[in-house]
């Protein structure tokens, strides 16, 4: 089980922090990807972190204002995410596979998926 969660209200040039914590497996035996899903669009990938943290992927409109974190002790993956945009705005999932390689923001990579958590970046 992936339950989110740290989504919220903000305006924009915010900050927000989201937690994905990993119940059932191992989060070592994961990846995580995380995805969102604005209003009337299709679900896209956000970023994702491989095993051991070594390997990171971020979408073009994340990159130098997301950071994603996994911390295996405590089954946890943090998506940090800073400079919010209204275009942010969505529901963010978290998800996770045994699968390697592949196209990370690719939806039939990924087995296990969140419930997700609202994010709305607003004035």
């Known amino acids: 089980q992936l339950v989110e969660s740290g989504g919220g209200l903000v305006p924009p040039g915010a900050s927000l922090t989201l937690s994905c914590v990993v119940s059932?497996?191992?989060?070592?035996?994961?990846?995580i990807g995380w995805f969102r899903q604005a209003p009337g669009m299709k679900r896209e990938g956000v970023s994702s972190?491989?095993?051991?943290?070594?390997?990171?992927e971020d979408a073009d409109s994340a990159k130098g204002r997301f950071t994603i974190s996994r911390h295996n002790a405590n089954n946890t993956v943090l998506l940090q995410m800073t400079k919010l945009r209204p275009e942010d705005t969505g529901v963010y999932y978290c998800?996770?596979?045994?699968?390697?390689?592949?196209?990370?923001?690719?939806?039939?990579?990924?087995?296990?998926w969140g419930q997700g958590t609202q994010v709305t970046v607003s004035s």
């Open positions: 059932g497996f191992h989060l070592s035996d994961l990846r």
């Open positions: 972190i491989s095993l051991t943290g070594a390997f990171i």
């Open positions: 998800a996770g596979t045994r699968k390697y390689g592949g196209i990370w923001n690719s939806e039939s990579l990924w087995n296990w």
